[in-house]
């Protein structure tokens, strides 16, 4: 695996690869990789000839800065399981790299990211399509891979690739959760033995709800969720919505062609999301 630093020896090495016809697929991240990374590494394997991993701690994205210093950075172990997946490339830039002293821009995202993790998260997604857009801007990639995980974070990667009219295909990958059914994280680790047990309630408390879609109308169905949920051991529960699956309204009948539930929750410090499709 090629690894690089800066954005001008990456666009050297893809610039060739590109004049020889090959397809181009990138997996922005974090790092802290899990298997639910690495299932993007193989998907993008499969759809493209070259794959283009990067590994940034966004600055911009976090609001709370606590969250940003304790956030974990393995480069080392990232490194080995990224070629145990026989990922092509990997940009790992300093913030620097990406970034000019006190640069700041705003995207018009139609208030798609005011919404849920939006109003939780103020500043977050503008700071998400910030890096994703300069990233998109230096890999040029065919297609690019992102899970469900991140579901409203994949529309607003969508709204903004539509409203700049970006050449790049963008592909939603499933959610890859542990065996008892925790969505993998890489704050999954910050977790105590006790609060780890007790984060089961969130997908639980998501499959209950799935089960019991089409018996009960929406608004009860989410209030039992809410209630459900918002009891359970250990849990704060942030929001838990209902909604249009394309414009992440909330859904007040089951008429829109997707609907989503998505869930957010703190246990003790550690704040995990969750979703799942109900159609
Ligand atoms: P992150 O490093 O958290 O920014 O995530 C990088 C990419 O991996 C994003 O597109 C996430 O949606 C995706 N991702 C994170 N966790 C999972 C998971 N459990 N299953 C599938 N994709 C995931």
Redesign the pocket.
Known sequence: MKIFNTKAELEQHLSVLKHKGLRIGF?????AL?Q??L??INLAKQQTDVVVCSIFVNPTQFNDPKDLELYPKPIASDIEKLESVDCDVLFNPVTSEMYSENEQWALDLDGLDLLLEGEQRPGHYQGVTQIVKKLFDCVQPQKAF?????YQ?FLVIEKMVKKLAMKVELVM?????EADGL????RNIRLSAEERKNALAIYQTLCWMKDQFGHCDLHELKALGREKLGKSPGIVLEYLEICDGDSLIEATDQNPQKLVILVAAKLGKTRLIDNILLK
């Open positions: 997996v922005p991240t974090m790092g899990h639910g990374h299932s993007l992102f899970g469900q995980k991140d974070q990958c499933p959610i890859v959760r969505a993998m994280s890489s």
